[in-house]
């Protein structure tokens, strides 16, 4: 069964640092990976969706990789902002069932002025 | 387009009622989605449908319906309301849901549903 970990839980950072996010799945045969943005009483934003046969996508300051091999994928944030803070999440989609989403439970971002 | 909508935003139940929780998109997407979310937990999913008239269960499954008679709607049903079903549902659709399709997921702004 395919599990989805995200650590940290939480991080806070002074403005204008540059941060990694990270996501970990057990099962490698995943058929994409989306990061998404949460914000307080909304709902999901999508910020960047990487294909099984991607390694990265940008957009922005933003940046997300993918080793499906070793079941990780990070979310960079350079030069962060207040507006940066938020909860991210991570979810993966199987090969097998392509439009379900498997979520890990997220980390909260908050980022000091 | 308004993307993906949910209706009502809040709603409180007393153990054993039942409601509807609405879901439409605009954006003729053939996929949708139900998922659930609580605290420091993902989201999980519940239902979903790959177009009209096709439905199946997710990972949740149980104390809800769902039903798929138009592309753009699919309601959620609560058939005898419980306190463990406190939580906040989310709507999501997809152009594709098959491989080869390009999948990215829109989220609806949540129900947040409390059960007493």
């Known amino acids: 069964k395919q599990e989805v970990t995200q650590i940290p839980a939480a991080l806070s950072v002074p403005e204008g640092e540059n941060l990694v996010l990270n996501c970990s799945f057990t099962d490698s045969a995943i058929y994409n990976l989306q990061w998404f943005r949460q914000d307080p009483g909304k709902g999901l934003t999508s910020l960047l969706l990487?294909?099984?046969?991607?390694r990265e996508q940008t957009s922005g300051r933003l940046n997300a990789s993918l080793d499906k091999s070793s079941g990780r994928s990070t979310l960079y944030i350079a030069a962060s902002q207040p507006g940066d803070s938020t909860t991210y999440l991570c979810a993966v989609s199987g090969v097998d069932s392509s439009y379900k989403l498997i979520f890990g439970s997220g980390t909260r971002l908050l980022v000091r002025p | 387009n308004a993307g993906v909508t949910q209706t009502p935003k809040f709603q409180v139940l007393k153990t054993g009622q039942s409601m509807t929780l609405q879901c439409a998109q605009d954006?003729?997407?053939?996929?949708m989605s139900w998922y659930r979310q609580d605290p420091g937990m993902g989201l999980r999913l519940i239902h979903y449908?790959?177009?009209?008239?096709?439905?199946d269960q997710g990972e949740v499954p149980n104390g809800y319906n769902v039903s798929r008679s138009t592309t753009e709607d699919f309601p959620l049903r609560l058939l005898s309301a419980a306190p463990s079903q406190t939580s906040v549902y989310f709507c999501?659709?997809?152009?594709?849901?098959?491989?080869?399709?390009?999948?990215?997921?829109?989220f609806g702004p949540g129900t947040r549903l409390t059960v007493l």
């Open positions: 999501a659709s997809s152009l594709e849901g098959g491989q080869g399709g390009h999948n990215e997921q829109f």
């Open positions: 990487i294909q099984s046969s991607q």
């Open positions: 954006m003729n997407h053939e996929y």
């Open positions: 449908s790959v177009g009209a008239g096709i439905t």
